[in-house]
């Protein structure tokens, strides 16, 4: 239930961080050089709150992973590609071919597979142990 | 052949840095707290963590790769490639963190990578 909590409120916050960013600099692009362009997008507030949504997500990301598997936190933050579809298709108006929502559709398919697979590697160990205290409840 | 090499940095890179980053946050310990003073503790023995900094360090290399690649082949053409990082990163889950994979879990994790890649087709 943490591991689900903690990876949804980084899967939002990485979705919004591209909108906003995406938002930020497809309006500073234009006219100039390569550093004028850099620092009118350092003055633009939105770069700046995409780039903290973006912290804010591997903050999170790097937390789930102090107690979760790898190999069950990276395929689970792929849902984040469907968010970002979807995303840009609602907030920036972005054209979805039918290829893409069909690999939202595979990637759904391949989270929901991967979540129904426990987050954690159970060593026998551990195991015994939680299944000790559950006897000493 | 220098995109071949580049595509291999962005992708061995981007799975070395989340192997790295894994174990240096296993070293840290499970976080559970939100306690905002304990938190500040927490990320300072993160972000001192050797194995934490070597994966950070990897992961920028991979970004740089895949910004430089960038510069010469398409988006369509590389984003394809790098949904391959799902399937090397688990198989160094697998044998460098020793997670167990099982069945349902490498089943789903293919099945991303393809969605991925499907995504990423122009």
């Known amino acids: 239930m943490k591991t689900a909590t903690v990876l949804i409120v980084a899967i939002v916050a990485q979705t919004m961080g591209n909108v906003y960013l995406t938002k930020a600099m497809k309006s500073v692009t234009g006219g100039g050089d390569v550093l004028a362009t850099a620092m009118r997008a350092a003055s633009d507030p939105m770069v700046w709150l995409g780039t903290a949504l973006l912290i804010v997500f591997f903050a999170l990301y790097s937390a789930a992973l102090s107690w979760a598997d790898l190999s069950f936190v990276l395929p689970a933050t792929a849902f984040g590609y469907v968010l970002n579809v979807a995303a840009g298709h609602y907030f920036l108006n972005e054209t979805v071919t039918p290829a893409r929502w069909a690999g939202s559709l595979v990637i759904t398919l391949g989270v929901f597979l991967v979540s129904r697979s426990g987050a954690r590697t159970v060593t026998q160990a551990a195991s015994l142990r939680s299944d000790a205290s559950e006897i000493s409840r | 052949m220098m995109t071949a090499l580049m595509i291999a940095i962005v992708v061995l890179g981007g799975s070395a840095g989340d192997v790295f980053i894994t174990k240096g946050m296993k070293q840290v310990g499970e976080i559970s707290t939100v306690h905002p003073r304990k938190l500040i503790s927490i990320a300072a023995r993160v972000l001192t963590n050797v194995n934490f900094l070597i994966g950070l360090f990897f992961m920028a290399c991979s970004?740089?790769?895949?910004?430089?690649?960038?510069?010469?082949?398409?988006?369509?053409?590389?984003?394809?490639?790098?949904?391959?990082?799902?399937?090397?990163?688990?198989?160094?889950?697998?044998?460098?963190?020793?997670?167990?994979?099982?069945?349902?879990?490498?089943?789903g994790t293919v099945l991303v990578c393809l969605g991925v890649a499907l995504i990423s087709l122009p």
């Open chain 2, 63 to 107: 970004f740089f790769a895949f910004l430089a690649v960038l510069s010469w082949a398409d988006l369509s053409f590389v984003l394809p490639a790098t949904s391959l990082s799902f399937v090397i990163t688990t198989l160094g889950a697998k044998f460098i963190l020793n997670e167990q994979i099982t069945r349902l879990r490498l089943a």
